[in-house]
């Protein structure tokens, strides 16, 4: 099975630093990378995603770039504001009929002022 | 409608109650999944239906029993839990396929279980 290892485990950026997290996966039939933020006490949610067609997207302050040949991904996030603070999950699947989502162990960033 | 809804919010039981979960999505997706999260760690997979059907059973204990009624609806009814249960246990909803926005996961705000 797919197995997602994420790095680092903790992130302590100040206030309009950037942040990156990385991440690594096993499966080669992996095609679908999402990036998870959850805060505390509530759901994940969603806040990019790639698939293994493209090899770089961004969505204003977060970007998301995959390498598949060396099977890792990362999420980059520039001009970081408190309000990012939060645990950041990766994940990988191989699409099909319903999605087996692997996540990363999660990435804690706190931002401070 | 965007979301996923599940009941109750929070859920104390004794380890010989019976009781479920439930999750509710009117987004036309046709795969849902329970997981389970315990405190600062990942979501676990438990269970995915996909078309209503049992797709995906991560050797979930059988004091864990899905059920999928239409494809709006999910439950998860428990019985004889342990207080190692205890978790914040989230729903989720995708639409299955290859296209793009396929297998989107949307998240339910969970149900958080104290076993006692």
């Known amino acids: 099975g797919e197995n997602v290892e994420q790095h680092p485990s903790t992130l302590s950026v100040q206030e309009g630093d950037s942040a990156v997290i990385k991440c690594t996966y096993s499966?080669?039939?992996?095609?679908?990378f999402p990036w998870y933020k959850q805060e505390l006490g509530k759901r994940p949610q969603l806040i990019i995603d790639?698939?293994?067609?493209?090899g770089e997207k961004k969505d204003q302050r977060i970007a998301v770039t995959l390498n598949k040949t060396a099977k890792h991904f990362s999420l980059h996030i520039t001009e970081t504001q408190p309000e990012d603070s939060a645990v950041y999950f990766c994940?990988?699947?191989?699409?099909?009929?319903?999605?087996?989502?692997?996540f990363g162990t999660g990435t804690r960033l706190q931002v401070t002022l | 409608d965007t979301e996923v809804t599940q009941t109750p919010k929070h859920l104390v039981m004794g380890m010989t109650n019976k009781k479920s979960l439930k999750c509710e999505q009117h987004?036309?997706?046709?795969?849902m999944y329970w997981y389970k999260q315990k405190a600062k760690k990942p979501p676990e997979l438990m269970f995915v239906?996909?078309?209503?059907?049992?797709?995906i059973n991560e050797s979930v204990p059988s004091r864990f029993s899905p059920e999928c009624p239409n494809s709006s609806l999910l439950n998860l009814h428990l019985h004889a839990l342990q207080p190692e249960d205890s978790a914040l246990y989230l729903c989720?909803?995708?639409?299955?396929?290859?296209?793009?926005?396929?297998?989107?996961?949307?998240f339910g705000a969970g149900s958080r279980l104290t076993v006692l």
């Open positions: 989720a909803s995708s639409q299955p396929g290859r296209s793009s926005g396929a297998n989107v996961l949307t």
């Open positions: 499966d080669s039939a992996s095609n679908y």
């Open positions: 790639i698939r293994s067609n493209v």
């Open positions: 994940a990988a699947t191989d699409t099909g009929t319903a999605s087996k989502l692997t």
């Open positions: 987004m036309g997706h046709r795969a």
């Open positions: 239906y996909s078309y209503e059907k049992l797709s």
